[in-house]
């Protein structure tokens, strides 16, 4: 159920990131020019700099360059070592040093956001290696199966090309995976757990599937027999690091030694600034998700006195949230079948599209249709709808909107996710996810001529923008102001009204699972379900869940701010549009370039 956007997953953190920074292109050597040419002679350099960075950083992070497109690196698997990670250390601190030459205030509206978004990066490199350091306690973030399924899935070039590829890049995986124990010193319980079943996963990759494409291809026998060796000892590697995490994970529990996965109210702090980019600080964006859930609760509690008659004829609940609850359930039970679920979304696209067109709301293009197809084999896990782009080197490819079957459910399983995803709710969803929501930011995205911005995008500002649209668009009067659409949008807003309530109460403040578990179904009207999976999620990672509810609330006072300032002059496509053009950047960035 979990709602992806592929081109924004990227590695935990920059740990392998480091540049070589060659080109020193400093502005010295033009001090006494006029300011107009110093701007195009710096502008000229900080090219050279951006084209250097972004070099480097495939070069450092090959599997993050595959998922960008990029397969000049494809065969290189790079260790994880103390020294490779103290050399890119050094190298990210140089680069830094080398971007600080030049000077923001000469540089070109485009060059100014890619500035501070490769400073940013850079700075949260070296934070994330010297004082998070998450490659000692988080066992997860050592898996190789991703890019080398990747690789064998996406036809860049033959098949038989892309096996070599994948023999070459399978040599360095006993490496890699001995310096991931020689890493791992204070793992927690829960990113234990976590990797012993990813990487389970992963030896399906190197299974009997890959055994016989290569025995059915054009490899010659010598080739096939290396590759064969390098399967295997791939296969042993992953499996001796499974073996020795799962007597971690007993000696973890015998010994109750195990790093707490509360991450605490300072690394909190510090990595909201560098995930988020936010003027907000954590402790803003907490207090002011604690004031929209009373006011998402006010205005449900006031829709639910006014509907209530219209679906009961017994009398209304003392506890106003129960009667809530009620009737956000009845309204559920509106939902398709499931063997429809697919077509369903599908048929929903081009009324959205219209809709957009016929209230002037921003600008389409109409040569880049969202195809929708059912989630592909390899890319199913759970059950969800997510958007797959074709990424910042083949932006003439479809985007396509991945939608997973309900296949794998039994009865129950199908009607609660029906349930959750009913006729209302998945309009809201389509919005969100495709029009104009995640696909069309991504079509205007690509026409920014920033790589920087497509590479290093913001999440909170990708995210912010598609949770802004569903309210825009119900503002608009998208299904006619219909109080049952309302209702349901609410509490999927709540949904990330809460996720931000409680990612920080559970670093910061402690919050229990029972009470978090109470938050999420009591207040916020989650399926006991959906909870579960939204406390395992916030144990596994921090920050992230608050990436929605910041960016959303960024943009929405934005645009108000924007409306009291032109009055009259204030036009809702043109602020769409003016703010979309400015790739995905940080919607700090943006509101400084539009005022
Ligand atoms: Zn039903
Ligand atoms: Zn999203």
Redesign the pocket.
């Known amino acids: 159920m979990q ?3 592929q081109k924004i997953r990227k590695p935990l953190f920059l740990a392998m990131f480091a540049i070589f920074f060659t080109a020193c292109a400093s502005n010295e050597v033009i001090v006494d020019t006029q300011n107009t040419a110093k701007k195009i002679v710096q502008s000229n350099s900080f090219t050279q700099y951006k084209d250097d960075f972004i070099e480097n950083l495939w070069k450092q992070n090959p599997g993050w360059a595959l998922y960008s497109g990029y397969y000049k690196y494809d065969d290189k698997l790079n260790v994880p070592s103390a020294l490779n990670r103290i050399s890119d250390l050094q190298d990210t601190k140089d680069a830094l040093i080398g971007l600080q030459k030049f000077d923001p205030k000469n540089l070109s509206a485009v060059d100014v956001t890619d500035y501070f978004i490769i400073e940013n990066a850079l700075q949260s490199s070296i934070w994330y290696t010297e004082k998070f350091k998450s490659f000692e306690w988080n066992p997860s973030s050592y898996n190789v199966a991703g890019a080398f399924g990747l690789i064998l899935n996406t036809e860049y070039k033959s098949l038989d090309e892309r096996l070599r590829t994948i023999s070459t890049r399978m040599q360095n995986i006993p490496d890699y995976y001995a310096a991931a124990k020689e890493n791992i010193t204070t793992p927690t319980l829960e990113h234990t757990q976590l990797a012993i079943q990813q990487n389970q996963g992963a030896l399906g990759v190197f299974g009997d599937s890959l055994k016989s494409k290569v025995a059915e291809s054009g490899l010659d026998a010598g080739e096939q027999k290396k590759f064969d060796a390098r399967r295997r000892a791939s296969i042993e590697a992953i499996n001796s690091y499974i073996t020795w995490l799962q007597s971690k994970e007993e000696a973890l529990k015998a010994t109750d030694s195990a790093r707490s996965f509360r991450i605490g109210k300072e690394l909190y702090s510090q990595k909201y600034q560098y995930d988020i980019e936010t003027e907000y600080t954590a402790d803003e964006i907490y207090a002011l998700a604690l004031q929209e859930k009373e006011r998402l609760h006010l205005e449900m509690i006031k829709i639910s006195h006014s509907l209530w008659n219209k679906y009961f004829s017994t009398p209304k609940p003392n506890d106003e949230l129960i009667m809530v609850k009620q009737l956000i359930t009845e309204i559920s039970k509106e939902h398709t079948q499931r063997d429809n679920f697919v077509s369903a979304v599908r048929d929903q696209i081009p009324a959205l599209v219209a809709f957009v067109n016929d209230n002037d709301l921003l600008d389409q293009d109409p040569s880049k249709p969202l195809v929708v197809r059912e989630t592909p084999e390899y890319q199913r896990g759970i059950a969800g709808a997510s958007i797959n782009s074709p990424g910042p080197y083949d932006p003439g490819a479809n985007t396509y909107y991945n939608v997973t079957p309900l296949d794998n459910y039994d009865e129950a399983g199908a009607e609660s996710y029906l349930r959750e995803y009913n006729d209302r709710m998945l309009q809201i969803l389509n919005i ?2 495709a029009i104009p ?2 696909y069309t930011q991504l079509v205007h995205a690509n026409k920014s001529p920033s790589l920087v911005k497509s590479i290093l995008g913001n999440g909170a500002m ?2 912010g923008w ?2 802004y649209t569903e309210r825009m668009m119900l503002e608009q009067g998208y299904g006619d102001n219909e109080p049952e659409l309302w209702l349901m949008w609410y509490k999927w807003n709540m949904r990330v009204v809460m996720n931000t309530i409680l990612d920080y109460s559970i670093h910061t403040l402690g919050l229990t699972e029972a009470d978090a578990m109470d938050l999420m179904i009591n207040q916020a009207f989650q399926e006991e379900s959906e909870a579960k999976g939204k406390w395992r999620r916030a144990t596994l990672s921090s920050v992230q869940l608050t990436s ?1 509810f910041t960016g959303y609330k960024e943009i929405y006072d934005f645009r108000e701010e924007r409306k009291a300032a032109l009055g009259a002059e204030f036009n809702l496509k043109d602020f769409h549009n003016e703010f979309l053009s400015y790739g995905s950047s940080p919607v700090k960035y943006i509101k400084n370039m539009m005022r």
């Open positions: 709602i992806q956007l969100h996810e929501g995640h990708v995210e598609a949770v929605y």
